[in-house]
């Protein structure tokens, strides 16, 4: 057998609550629905263009070419799966997790660093959710990029930095839903930010930065008070969100306002401002990060 290795966007596709199934259906009942439900996870991916590496138990494993193609699929599985019922009436979920990344293909299998952590975000992921990683929301296309929700960093066995986790939002309209495409218009934006003597744009094409004391963060803080990850700024279609993950939070001014904490929560960057990290800027203006947003 032949050994590859590429870049995929790996997807688990798992039925939510099978145990309670078997005790409230029986055996045979509970087998047929969850059948029925991994009918449909397979033929979704194969009709989005993925394919289907094995069922494990209640679980589909399924790879992708593109990261937007296995966010398509998810949001198709899940809107079909959530219009079914079980012989008792009760309604179905799914859990979903994907993540893009470099795979091993051997064997008709695949293997890799990709298949774990697409595995982690499917049990991070309750039924009728989608998860995935900040580096695959990094690969959506905008209009999907847009229909992500951040949540808390995870710190993942074996990895030496925290994950951002993600929610792939799907739950309106099936009319909208199904016409995402990138011919929506996106007005074009800019943030212009200053650390120290640094300066930094963010646009199309450079559109997430991570502040941290991290030594591999793309802005270092030195402030002792900072977290080693301490927040994110990412473009958001035609939008700035700064993503705080720190222990003590981050104090933002948005000019002609009050100053902001906020710990763990994300915030939309408008106008000029500057923020502090872990720490108000009156109690050590020593450093900050200056912002203007243009659109």
Sequence with gaps: MTTSTRNLAVLFADVSGSTKLYEMLGNADAQQ?????????????SDTGGQVIKTIGDEVLATFPTSDAAAQAA???????????TSQGTALSMHIGFHAGPTI???GDVFGDAVNVAARMTSFAAGGQIFTTAQTVAE??????GRTRDHAAQTLK????????????????????TAMSPRLALAPAMVKLVHGLRKIELGEAHSVLTL????????????????????????RRDKFVFIDHSSNGSWITIEGE???????????LRGRGRVSFGHAYTDDPAEFLAFSCLA
């Design 212 to 235: 941290g004391r991290d030594l591999q963060s793309d802005v270092v803080i030195a402030d002792r008070k900072a977290s080693r990850m301490h927040a994110r700024i990412e473009r």
């Design 258 to 268: 009050p100053e902001i904490m906020i710990r763990r929560e994300e915030l939309m």
């Design 75 to 85: 949001i198709e599985i899940q809107m079909r799966v959530s219009s079914q019922r």
């Design 33 to 45: 629905t969850i059948d029925r439900c991994l009918a449909i996870v397979k033929r979704v991916c």
């Design 140 to 145: 959506l296309s905008p209009v999907l990029r």
């Design 158 to 177: 074996g990895k030496e930095r925290d994950v951002g986790l993600f929610e792939i939002l799907w739950q309106d309209s099936e009319d909208e839903l």
């Design 105 to 107: 293909e051997d064997a």
